[in-house]
Nanobody, 121 residues
Framework: QVQLVESGGVLVQTGGSLRLSCAAS?????MGWFRQAPGKEREFVAA????????YYADSVKGRFAISRRNANNTLYLQMNSLKPEDTGVYYC?????????????????WGQGIQVTVSS
């Protein structure tokens, strides 16, 4: 069992930056970030493999967001720059029991409780 706890979400203005963190009880799997806006389905944001050598992004965040991990302290990060109102939502970190990346919510085995990010216009 893996416990995941997100932190770092706040209210920020358009164009601002935020860094989300996800503290894991263990970090032995590939990881990902998802988000869910009110009335919408949970959507993929970014993924990273176990070693951190490979990353993958949704088109909507490519070039603005960066996923990274520090396995030494069991922490996953999401650096978010040039934020837009459409980035608003609850952000979740997730872990999948394999070494390679995954992009579908159904592929993931463990989820954090989520954290609110609000970007005001």
């Amino acid at each position: 069992q893996v416990q995941l706890v997100e932190s770092g979400g706040v209210l920020v203005q358009t164009g601002g930056s935020l860094r989300l963190s996800c503290a894991a009880s263990s970090l032995i799997y590939a990881m990902g970030w998802f988000r869910q806006a009110p009335g919408k389905e949970r959507e993929f944001v970014a993924a990273i493999n176990l070693s951190g050598s490979a990353t993958y992004y949704a088109d909507s965040v490519k070039g603005r967001f960066a996923i990274s991990r520090r396995n030494a302290n069991n922490t996953l990060y999401l650096q978010m720059n040039s934020l837009k109102p459409e980035d608003t939502g609850v952000y979740y970190c997730a872990a999948v029991q394999r070494l390679s990346m995954a992009t579908r919510p159904g592929d993931y085995d463990y989820w954090g409780q989520g954290i609110q990010v609000t970007v005001s216009s």
